[in-house]
């Protein structure tokens, strides 16, 4: 676990880089999904993801798919707020999803038959 000054500092270091944003978007792990039956046990830490200092922080994040890698397996992106600003998180990953579903809906449609 990560002491508490370090906490604290990563805390500053996060609203110094958010200063003038309302959510940052960023991936929330470096590649597609892994199949569930290939997830060891115990694997907390043994595959990177870019999810922990915001866990850490105490920020507000969610992750959201945004579509599918090579592989078919979901590819997440995660979408970062401020402190107590959950309700603007939420709005924006709602419209990003209907969004994308739209699109995706407008692609299926036009493939030829």
């Given at each position: 676990?990560?002491?508490?000054?370090?906490?604290?500092?990563?805390?500053?270091e996060?609203?110094?880089?958010?200063?003038?944003?309302?959510?940052?978007?960023?991936?929330?792990?470096?590649?597609?999904a892994?199949?569930?039956?290939?997830?060891?046990?115990?694997?907390?830490?043994?595959?990177?993801?870019?999810?922990?200092?915001?866990?850490?922080?105490?920020?507000?994040?969610?992750?959201?798919?945004?579509?599918?890698?090579?592989?078919?397996?979901?590819?997440?992106?995660?979408?970062?707020?401020?402190?107590?600003?959950?309700?603007?998180?939420?709005?924006?990953?709602?419209?990003?999803?209907?969004?994308?579903?739209?699109?995706?809906?407008?692609?299926?449609?036009?493939?030829?038959?």
């Amino acid at each position: 676990m990560i002491e508490v000054p370090r906490r604290h500092e990563l805390r500053g270091e996060l609203q110094r880089a958010m200063r003038g944003l309302d959510v940052v978007l960023i991936a929330t792990q470096p590649s597609e999904a892994v199949k569930i039956d290939a997830v060891p046990k115990w694997d907390l830490f043994d595959r990177p993801n870019f999810t922990m200092p915001f866990n850490v922080a105490g920020y507000p994040a969610i992750s959201i798919c945004a579509g599918f890698g090579a592989g078919g397996l979901p590819v997440a992106i995660q979408l970062v707020g401020k402190p107590f600003q959950e309700p603007t998180l939420f709005r924006i990953a709602d419209a990003f999803e209907k969004r994308r579903r739209s699109a995706a809906s407008a692609r299926r449609s036009c493939r030829p038959d």
